[in-house]
């Protein structure tokens, strides 16, 4: 995933897979071309030793016509036998009418009785290998069926007019080979049996001019055929001929190529320097040679070749010329120098990233890692590589939850997770890591690419947070739980006390004392005013601890709840007027809202103002683009100048009115706060007071 | 309709029970009232009951020493998970925690929640209430 959005270079991966592709091409033709520059040279070396056999035996040969005699004639052969035939366990027999003489393996050995001939030869013949006979006549010398089954077949005649013989000179190529006489119709016969190389030359030479012309087609069809330019040339370096690929590659035709200098045409000043000493040191030195340069086109242009060349010989083994393939490699070149630059700009990235980079195949064996890699798993480069990452990285633990991960890379997707890696020293380490699989130039998945990094000092960090998290939550509830415990124990013996008083103020002993009555009501009063405090501080504590709960508040049921609630505080008439401008619901938390307005309703209510004939209290709600303001308005005794500062604090009272904690407006500041709102307080001794709230429309 | 209402009042302070019983007789009813300050002891008595003489309403308290009011409960349905379902148990607490309100959703026999203390009021609705019911089953 990380690999892919790496790449600002776009489509990098698209160019790789081509470069990767045109590589294999590259590849596939370089080992073509090498096969046919191997064979050139191995042709080469044949001729070289076909030359030598030739000479040789065309000095025999030319002894053998010379003889005058039969006698010169054997001895001649002989001699020929003990110089090149005997060495290579061939096998010479030389026919008479009276003898056969059968030189083998370095020996001689004569039979005058011809009906030995055969047998003596068919032994023979069959102890050198396994042979099948076969039968040879005049005919059958030129065409017989048997002997196709040679690769080679060379017939001599030799005739000498002064002593009347005649000979001729058979000699078959073959591992296999075997023969016998039905009929003696010669005067002699020089027959050679698997005389592998030598006979094969002078067979060569025979045929050696449409040998060439043949072999020569070959080549040049191969080269053709594999898009391979190819250009001959003599040894002045003169263009003898350049078939159709070559002229394509350079926009040339054959025929203004034809008799033109290859140097000095195809190659600007700086290449022709190198090139030159490669083709002075095939000419002089006969050194072939595989050489990458730049050649030029017809309009100038420059392309990138790759040209193995090798020496041409003539028949006398000569250096006439050269032959040179050439190969078009300025597309992978371009592609070369491009991705080079591009893979220089991404390892450049990769390296500086401080994030580890590893490339791993389908096996998790390691291809590459960066720098921050090592830095981060303690080993260098060279341990890395080749290694199997599941192995060497990860304990049992760690393998076990790789596996996940492996089997979704399978899957060709991408995933983050963190993971435990064991550290070359041994140290276990957390890791984050990003996985992406990586596919091949068909598309497949060759293995998957993973951006690391070390988030142990995080993690630590993290849990650490997260146990004095844990921590804090606990304490948190406990202390929660104490408060309640005490607010619960403070309020039962003062509800018990709110309850006898109840008692005795609806009970039937109707005796009490007005001033006791009096009393009564006031302990009413105090032990209110005690519960109170104790709900409050109770609240107080919650309010600083506990999360916001945003819900969708029904505002004006809310509203008319809380004012059934507190109409009753006092005797007097109160004109509540509410106008919710069409608001019904809006998102707040609702314990805490109810807190507020309750607080401030029930103070508009409880300070009215007694000279004032109607007694009001508005209720007003509206709304900006992001935040609700209210307004509670009322007419009652307003608040003194210099206290308008301090009625928000703690414990502070304006009046000493009985009802009042002095925590009232405190947790109303305290609340909106924790709601994220503001509260503005306005009032004017007499007239009345008028609180405006405003709170955020939205909580994230 | 039953002609005595039967009133069990668990609370450890033993104030309220007075107060309560004090309301109760103020109903000028046929009733019975039964006291407990211990919940342990409030359990064994239920225990012991047999199913025709289990009270009509009963009143608990939540925070008590040895057993709070849910765990006397679940002692309850532990030994006689077949008289649950003839109680109608009213919480009185003078607890302010929103999860003892929550947990006592829990119980289908917790038929209501009050804060303490209860005034006349709330016993005239509570026993009202039972008595439409009795009247709802009797038709």
């Given at each position: 995933?990380?690999?892919r ?5 776009e489509?990098?991966?698209d ?11 590259l590849?596939d033709?370089?080992?073509?071309y ?19 056999s030739y ?6 040969i030319k002894?053998?016509?010379q003889?005058k005699?039969i006698?010169?004639?054997?001895s001649a052969?002989?001699?020929a036998?003990?110089?090149?035939f005997?060495?290579?366990?061939s096998m010479?027999?030389f026919v ?5 003489t059968i030189y083998?393996?370095?020996?001689e050995k004569?039979?005058?009785n011809?009906d030995n001939?055969?047998?003596a030869?068919e032994?023979i013949?069959?102890n ?14 030129n065409?017989h069926?048997?002997l ?9 005649k030799f005739?000498s007019?002064?002593e009347n013989?005649q000979f ?8 296999k080979m075997?023969?016998?006489f ?8 020089l027959?050679f ?6 006979i ?11 040998n060439?012309?043949?072999e ?5 069809n191969?080269?053709?055929k594999l898009n ?6 003599d040894?002045?370096d003169?263009i ?5 690929n070559?002229?394509k ?6 025929d ?7 140097r000095?045409?195809?190659f600007d000043d ?9 083709v002075?040191g ?5 050194i ?5 340069t730049?050649m ?5 242009e420059?392309r990138?070749m790759?040209?193995s060349?090798?020496p041409?010989?003539s028949v006398?083994?000569e250096i ?5 393939v050439?190969?078009?490699i ?9 991705l080079?630059?591009e893979?220089?700009?991404?390892r ?6 401080n994030?580890?980079?590893?490339e ?7 291809l590459l890692?960066?720098n921050?890699f090592?830095?981060?798993?303690g080993?260098?480069?060279d341990e890395l590589i080749g290694k199997n990452?599941f192995n060497t990285?990860?304990?049992d ?11 979704i890379r399978?899957k060709?997707?991408?995933s983050v997770y ?7 020293q041994?140290?276990?380490r957390?890791?984050?890591?990003s996985?992406?699989p990586n596919?091949g130039v068909?598309?497949?998945?060759v293995?998957?690419?993973g951006i690391h990094?070390?988030i142990t ?6 849990s650490?947070?997260?146990n004095s998290?844990?921590?804090?939550k ?7 739980t104490?408060v309640?415990r ?6 039962t013996p003062?509800?018990s006390?709110m309850?006898?008083?109840d008692?005795?103020q609806?009970g039937?002993d ?5 001033r006791?009555?009096?009393?009564i009501?006031l302990?009413l009063?105090?032990t ?7 709900q409050?501080?109770?609240y ?12 969708s508040v029904?505002?004006?049921k ?8 507190i ?11 509410t ?14 809202l109810e807190i ?5 309703l029930s103070?508009s209510?409880k ?8 007694c009001f209290v508005k209720?007003?709600i509206s ?8 307004s509670?308005?009322?007419n009652?005794i307003g ?11 703690m414990?502070?009272?304006a009046?000493?009115?009985?009802y ?10 305290e609340t909106i ?24 429309k939205k909580?994230? | ?10 609370d450890d ?5 007075f ?7 103020k ?5 019975d ?15 012991n ?5 289990l009270p ?7 925070n008590?020493?040895e ?7 679940q ?6 998970e077949e008289?649950?379902n003839?109680?109608?148990i009213?919480?009185?607490?003078s ?5 003892d309100y929550?947990?006592s959703k829990?119980?289908d026999?917790i038929k ?6 209860i ?6 609705t509570?026993?009202?209430w ?5 009247l709802?089953?009797?038709?």
């Amino acid at each position: 995933m990380i690999s892919r959005k790496l790449d600002d270079e776009e489509g990098f991966d698209d160019k790789y897979a081509l470069l990767q592709n045109e590589n294999l091409k590259l590849q596939d033709k370089l080992k073509n071309y090498n096969n046919i520059q191997q064979e050139l040279i191995s042709a080469n070396y044949l001729r070289d030793k076909q030359l030598e056999s030739y000479k040789k035996l065309n000095f025999y040969i030319k002894s053998f016509i010379q003889s005058k005699t039969i006698q010169n004639f054997k001895s001649a052969v002989s001699e020929a036998v003990v110089d090149i035939f005997s060495a290579e366990s061939s096998m010479v027999v030389f026919v008479t009418k009276n003898d056969v003489t059968i030189y083998t393996e370095g020996l001689e050995k004569k039979e005058h009785n011809p009906d030995n001939i055969f047998r003596a030869i068919e032994n023979i013949t069959l102890n050198v290998s396994e042979r099948a006979p076969f039968y040879l006549t005049e005919k059958h010398i030129n065409n017989h069926p048997a002997l196709e089954k040679f690769e080679r077949i060379l017939v001599r005649k030799f005739e000498s007019k002064e002593e009347n013989f005649q000979f001729f000179i058979i000699g078959m190529v073959s591992k296999k080979m075997a023969f016998s006489f039905d009929k003696l119709n010669y005067e002699g016969l020089l027959m050679f049996d698997n005389f592998s190389e030598q006979i094969y030359s002078i067979l060569k030479h025979r045929l050696y001019k449409e040998n060439l012309i043949e072999e020569t087609e070959k080549y040049r069809n191969v080269i053709a055929k594999l898009n391979l330019g190819l250009l001959e040339l003599d040894n002045t370096d003169k263009i003898l001929y350049a078939d159709e690929n070559f002229c394509k590659l350079l926009g040339y035709t054959n025929d203004e190529l034809k008799g033109k200098y290859g140097r000095q045409t195809l190659f600007d000043d700086e290449s022709r320097q190198a090139m030159s000493k490669h083709v002075e040191g095939l000419f002089n030195e006969d050194i072939s040679f595989v050489h990458e340069t730049e050649m030029l086109t017809k309009q100038g242009e420059k392309r990138n070749m790759l040209i193995s060349a090798v020496p041409n010989y003539s028949v006398k083994g000569e250096i006439i010329g050269a032959i040179g393939v050439h190969l078009d490699i300025t597309n992978q070149k371009n592609l070369e120098k491009k991705l080079f630059l591009e893979k220089e700009k991404y390892r450049s990235i990769i390296a500086n990233m401080n994030l580890g980079l590893l490339e791993v195949d389908n096996y998790e064996n390691i291809l590459l890692a960066n720098n921050s890699f090592c830095e981060i798993s303690g080993y260098t480069e060279d341990e890395l590589i080749g290694k199997n990452a599941f192995n060497t990285l990860l304990n049992d633990k760690g393998r076990i939850s790789m596996k996940k991960q492996i089997s979704i890379r399978l899957k060709k997707e991408s995933s983050v997770y963190e993971a435990e890696i064991i550290t070359k020293q041994g140290e276990k380490r957390t890791w984050l890591i990003s996985g992406a699989p990586n596919f091949g130039v068909k598309g497949e998945l060759v293995g998957s690419i993973g951006i690391h990094l070390d988030i142990t000092n995080q993690k630590n960090l993290e849990s650490k947070l997260l146990n004095s998290n844990n921590n804090l939550k606990k304490i948190n509830k406990e202390l929660d739980t104490f408060v309640y415990r005490i607010s619960h124990d403070l309020r039962t013996p003062v509800l018990s006390i709110m309850g006898l008083i109840d008692l005795i103020q609806h009970g039937d002993d109707v005796d009490m004392s007005d001033r006791n009555k009096e009393y009564i009501n006031l302990m009413l009063d105090s032990t209110k005013r005690l519960d109170k405090t104790i709900q409050e501080i109770l609240y107080f504590s919650r309010n600083s601890k506990l999360e916001l709960q945003i819900q969708s508040v029904d505002i004006q049921k809310l509203i008319n709840h809380i004012y059934d609630d507190i109409k009753y505080v006092n005797k007097r008439d109160i004109i509540f007027e509410t106008n919710f401008n069409n608001i019904h619901f809006i998102d707040s938390d609702k314990a805490r809202l109810e807190i507020v307005l309750k607080n401030i309703l029930s103070n508009s209510v409880k300070y009215f103002n007694p000279n004032t004939d109607k007694c009001f209290v508005k209720f007003d709600i509206s709304q900006e683009k992001t935040y609700y303001t209210i307004s509670i308005t009322d007419n009652g005794i307003g608040i003194e100048k210099e206290f308008l500062d301090r009625i928000f604090e703690m414990f502070f009272r304006a009046t000493n009115n009985a009802y009042g904690t002095g925590l009232g407006l405190f947790l109303v500041k305290e609340t909106i706060e924790k709601l994220k709102g503001r509260i503005k307080v306005d009032s004017q001794i007499n007239v009345g007071t008028k609180f405006i709230i405003t709170i955020p429309k939205k909580y994230n | 309709m039953k002609t005595k209402l039967k009133f069990l009042l668990i609370d450890d302070d033993h104030v309220f029970n007075f107060l309560h019983s004090k309301h109760i007789e103020k109903l000028e009813i046929d009733h019975d009232v039964t006291c407990f300050e211990s919940p342990t002891k409030a359990f064994w008595y239920l225990n012991n009951l047999s199913v025709d003489s289990l009270p009509d309403i009963i009143f608990l308290d939540i925070n008590m020493p040895e057993l709070n009011g849910f765990e006397l409960l679940q002692k309850v349905i532990q030994e006689r998970e077949e008289i649950m379902n003839n109680l109608n148990i009213f919480i009185v607490t003078s607890s302010l925690n929103p999860t003892d309100y929550e947990e006592s959703k829990k119980y289908d026999s917790i038929k209501g929640y009050y804060n303490k203390p209860i005034d006349s009021e709330k016993l005239m609705t509570t026993v009202n209430w039972l008595l439409n019911k009795d009247l709802e089953k009797s038709i």
